[in-house]
């Protein structure tokens, strides 16, 4: 079936204030160090992939452009060491901040075998970025752009709203901008923070923004965009392989620091994650040992998936696609009373217009704007 990949780099210019991801403020003598712990990291975890097939390697973070590319390389270079195999159709995705790839170091990146580039510049409007505490600036992101394009590359754009003093008029404006650029795949992020998060002063009111769902969602259809999931709008064929491959359920392997991952052996499903600061990552290496198994793991952060922890996954990844999941295999994975607790359910969710039922179940409009409710109601007990 094949495994997707992540490398997680998680150094940042900033440590912005709404960010929930694992990073460190980017100091370029920690690099080395970081990129050896990965490479020891790789050699430890390569065989507890069932399949080296590779479809896809994301590399995320952080601002993983902000490494040399020769250290993205000699990482690339490191799971072909271990066998992985990267099939001839892979995507190689590089996460990118405005203004931190030039025409040097974005040559190497495609001579490496980069081809998808993933943009973190979430707003064109320089007093809306200064507000939320990024150094880049709309010109910076523009020039970025305009590289990407210059060599008609295919990347993706990271739009962050519902931002503390943005209108719709501003928002409007940063689609209608952002369209102006053709990028293939935009993702789409409503800012999510504690209650009482200093960003939260000034934000648009609950109408305002549920009318920027919408419009969001209106827009990017007129300008020919697939809502394929929840927060992904994409052209046609321009879909991240490597999300849709864990959306529906596909093996992947996470390495550095905060890395998650899930993997299958023969019937039996793990899934589990790395420590959320490099030190305590570091540690967790020190007590792996060659040829140990996934199985032996620490239990603190790994678990063997039982059959309805699974079946929990395939609800709730598949609700967030476009397309939905099978009633049909969920209900034949399930016992009769599960069935019949599940179906009742279902359908006063689809009575009260949270979801459609077709040959699949998905989420409606209304559905989408409430999907932590429609998941809870779903969610299958042991
Ligand atoms: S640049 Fe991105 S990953 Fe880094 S701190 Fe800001 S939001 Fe988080």
């Known amino acids: 079936m094949a495994i997707g990949l992540y490398v997680h780099i998680p150094f940042c210019i900033q440590q912005c204030p709404y960010c929930d991801f694992s990073t460190e403020i980017n100091q370029q003598e920690n690099h080395h160090n970081y990129i ?56 190689i995705t590089l996460e990118i901040n405005p203004g931190t790839i030039s025409e040097e170091s974005l040559g190497e990146y495609l001579q490496m075998g980069v081809n998808r580039f993933s943009v973190g510049a979430q707003s064109f409007n320089d007093n809306i970025l200064n507000k939320i505490g990024r150094k880049h600036s709309a010109q910076d992101t523009v020039k970025t752009l305009d590289l990407l394009n210059k060599h008609k590359l295919n990347y993706s754009f ?5 931002l503390p003093g943005q209108s719709m008029k501003d928002l409007a404006l940063d689609l209608a901008t952002l369209n102006s650029f053709s990028p293939k795949h935009i993702s789409t992020y409503y800012l999510t923070i504690p209650q009482r998060h200093s960003l939260n002063l000034n934000r648009p ?8 769902f919408d419009f969001i969602e209106d827009k990017l259809d007129s300008y020919g965009f697939n809502q394929y999931e929840i ?17 529906l359920g596909g093996q992947y392997l996470g390495i550095g620091m905060s890395a998650h991952s899930f ?120």
């Open 36 to 91: 050896e712990l990965l490479k020891k990291e790789i050699a430890l975890k390569s065989n507890w992939a069932a399949d080296k097939n590779v479809r896809s390697l994301y590399f995320g973070g952080g601002t993983p452009s902000l490494v040399q590319p020769k250290y993205i390389l000699s990482l690339i270079k490191e799971f072909e060491k271990y066998g992985f195999y990267f099939l001839e159709d892979v995507e």
């Open 205 to 212: 009111d609950e109408d305002t923004e549920l009318e920027m």
């Open 231 to 247: 927060s992904n709008h994409a052209l046609k064929n321009f879909e991240s392989k490597h999300n849709y491959h864990t959306w």
């Open 158 to 162: 990271d739009l962050l709203f519902s």
């Open 263 to 382: 993997i299958e052996h023969n019937d039996d499903k793990f899934r589990f994650w790395n420590p959320n600061t490099t030190n305590a990552w570091e540690k967790s290496l020190e007590v792996l040992k060659p040829k140990m198994k996934v199985s032996d793991q620490s239990p603190e952060r790994f678990e063997k998936l039982t059959k309805i922890d699974h079946l929990n996954d395939f609800v709730h990844t598949g609700l967030r696609l476009k397309e939905g999941f099978s009633e049909k295999k969920l209900m034949e994975s399930l016992d009769k009373e599960k069935q019949n607790e599940w179906i009742l359910m279902a359908n006063s969710m689809v009575e009260q217009k949270y979801l459609l039922r077709d040959e699949n179940i998905s989420l409606t409009k209304k559905g989408k704007r409430m999907l932590n409710f429609v998941l809870e109601k779903l969610f299958i007990s042991k």
